[in-house]
């Protein structure tokens, strides 16, 4: 069984940063694609950002420019530097990775932007 635990949400002002960290613990032997997704109450979990491994990073298009996402796979570590926030990115931040052939979730990280 493998294990996402993400930190680094909290409470920003509008323009502020914010850098998320996911890591991975248990038995693992693969590691596919690395990302993170958001949600806010009433809507569906969108895609922010995703780094494949030996692919290209793929970003929504809201947060391209402001976002990056970076991984170790040594350290099984996924990371979300969030810049020039705004308050619409605020939501309940969840990474997803693929390992082992299989999907996992992390537990999520309130990030809110006060205008």
């Known amino acids: 069984q493998v294990q996402l635990v993400e930190s680094g949400g909290g409470l920003v002002q509008a323009g502020g940063s914010l850098r998320l960290s996911c890591a991975a613990s248990g038995s693992i032997f693969a590691i596919s694609a690395m990302g993170w997704y958001r949600q806010t109450p009433g809507k569906q979990r969108e895609l922010v950002a995703t780094?494949?491994?030996?692919?290209?990073?793929n970003y929504a298009d809201s947060v391209k420019g402001r976002f990056t996402i970076s991984r170790d796979n040594v350290k099984q570590t996924v990371h979300l530097e969030m810049n020039s926030l705004k308050p619409e990115d605020t939501a309940v931040y969840y990474c997803?990775?693929?390992?082992?052939?299989?999907?996992?979730w992390g537990q999520g990280t309130q990030v809110t932007v006060s205008s």
């Open positions: 780094a494949p491994s030996g692919g290209t990073i």
């Open positions: 997803k990775g693929t390992f082992n052939f299989h999907e996992y």
